[in-house]
């Protein structure tokens, strides 16, 4: 009896793990910040098949060129309008904003904004997070000069032949703030931290978690999500998402050098944003109350009613991540 129970553990031991299923092709797309580090690296080294993740949010799902992709809340509450079928699927990362200002321009507190020159990437989470700070000091975004960063100017081609193209400045609205053309800035990181390097003393960083952070999310269209295999596909991107996560949170030094590779910061400029986000996998549990405050400010700057809460809380589907962390992986 002993002797057939050997052999029976040792044939089990010897069954290798039978392969998963095959998956339908997906297209993920994502924005090219530090928020979207466990998104390139589930494509990478996690999802059965390695997948290319090109530049675009949401709106490369509605244009059919990504069936996955990420943005913040705001860019969802944008796209929704017009294409309802949007959904949210995964909070992939939280970033938690600083404002920089010149402490020579007259600024030590939020307050202090009052007057003051502003540069922030216009109707974007930053722009939110701006609004969200001064709206807790007691002041109005018409209580702040916006600034329009000019665009870089293309350097001029041979003679009888076409300019190159400029490559990319990552850091122009930091540059712009230590050359005193603004007196403040709301952005993404590591673009603060940058700026406080440049200015040194002169920095002034403003700061309360308290009042909001991006939900930077995966989204998909619900048609997808209804189809067997196309969800099937999707629940297991978002597994891969859940494993690069906690991967990242263990140690990211294996993963960085991919990492700069997509997203064009250097591995130093990628740490001084590295504090500042977190991976929860899980859409996070005020996502709803997010989008309903938020929803508010976009309503009242593009002329239009408001959602109510009913009708924004079908953004938010749930069940895929929750699905995806049930899976029983060989």
Same mark, same amino acid.
């Given at each position: 009896?002993?002797?057939?129970?050997?052999?029976?553990?040792?044939?089990?031991?010897?069954?290798?793990?039978?392969?998963?299923?095959?998956?339908?092709?997906?297209?993920?797309?994502?924005?090219?910040?530090?928020?979207?580090?466990?998104?390139?690296?589930?494509?990478?080294?996690?999802?059965?098949?390695?997948?290319?993740?090109?530049?675009?949010?949401?709106?490369?799902?509605?244009?059919?060129?990504?069936?996955?992709?990420?943005?913040?809340?705001?860019?969802?509450?944008?796209?929704?309008?017009?294409?309802?079928?949007?959904?949210?699927?995964?909070?992939?990362?939280?970033?938690?904003?600083?404002?920089?200002?010149?402490?020579?321009?007259?600024?030590?507190?939020?307050?202090?904004?009052?007057?003051?020159?502003?540069?922030?990437?216009?109707?974007?989470?930053?722009?939110?997070?701006?609004?969200?700070?001064?709206?807790?000091?007691?002041?109005?975004?018409?209580?702040?000069?916006?600034? /329009?960063?000019?665009?870089?100017?293309?350097?001029?081609?041979?003679?009888?032949?076409?300019?190159?193209?400029?490559?990319?400045?990552?850091?122009?609205?930091?540059?712009?703030?230590?050359?005193?053309?603004?007196?403040?800035?709301?952005?993404?990181?590591?673009?603060?931290?940058?700026?406080?390097?440049?200015?040194?003393?002169?920095?002034?960083?403003?700061?309360?978690?308290?009042?909001?952070?991006?939900?930077?999310?995966?989204?998909?269209?619900?048609?997808?999500?209804?189809?067997?295999?196309?969800?099937?596909?999707?629940?297991?991107?978002?597994?891969?998402?859940?494993?690069?996560?906690?991967?990242?949170?263990?140690?990211?030094?294996?993963?960085?050098?991919?990492?700069?590779?997509?997203?064009?910061?250097?591995?130093?400029?990628?740490?001084?944003?590295?504090?500042? /986000?977190?991976?929860?996998?899980?859409?996070?549990?005020?996502?709803?109350?997010?989008?309903?405050?938020?929803?508010?400010?976009?309503?009242?700057?593009?002329?239009?009613?408001?959602?109510?809460?009913?009708?924004?809380?079908?953004?938010?589907?749930?069940?895929?991540?929750?699905?995806?962390?049930?899976?029983?992986?060989?």
């Amino acid at each position: 009896m002993l002797g057939v129970a050997g052999l029976m553990l040792q044939s089990c031991a010897s069954t290798p793990a039978e392969p998963e299923a095959p998956l339908v092709p997906i297209k993920v797309a994502g924005a090219r910040w530090i928020e979207l580090s466990p998104v390139v690296v589930a494509a990478n080294s996690f999802y059965p098949q390695q997948i290319p993740v090109p530049s675009g949010g949401v709106v490369s799902i509605t244009s059919r060129a990504a069936d996955l992709a990420t943005n913040a809340e705001t860019q969802l509450l944008r796209e929704s309008i017009t294409n309802p079928d949007l959904r949210i699927i995964m909070t992939v990362s939280e970033s938690f904003y600083r404002l920089v200002a010149r402490r020579s321009a007259g600024i030590s507190k939020l307050s202090d904004l009052k007057g003051k020159r502003v540069l922030v990437p216009r109707l974007t989470s930053a722009h939110y997070y701006l609004v969200a700070m001064l709206r807790s000091a007691g002041l109005k975004e018409e209580d702040v000069v916006f600034v /329009t960063l000019p665009a870089p100017a293309a350097p001029a081609g041979q003679a009888g032949q076409a300019a190159p193209a400029s490559p990319p400045n990552k850091f122009r609205m930091a540059q712009a703030l230590a050359r005193g053309d603004v007196d403040v800035i709301a952005t993404f990181e590591p673009e603060p931290e940058a700026a406080v390097r440049l200015l040194g003393k002169d920095a002034i960083v403003l700061q309360d978690k308290t009042v909001y952070r991006e939900a930077f999310n995966l989204n998909a269209r619900a048609p997808d999500l209804a189809d067997p295999e196309k969800r099937r596909a999707i629940v297991r991107f978002v597994r891969a998402v859940a494993d690069a996560s906690k991967a990242l949170k263990k140690d990211r030094t294996p993963y960085v050098a991919h990492i700069s590779s997509v997203i064009g910061f250097s591995a130093e400029e990628i740490s001084w944003g590295w504090p500042e /986000t977190e991976f929860p996998v899980r859409i996070i549990p005020d996502m709803l109350d997010v989008l309903e405050v938020e929803e508010q400010w976009l309503a009242k700057i593009s002329n239009r009613a408001p959602r109510g809460r009913a009708e924004l809380e079908k953004f938010i589907d749930r069940s895929v991540v929750d699905e995806a962390l049930r899976l029983k992986l060989k």
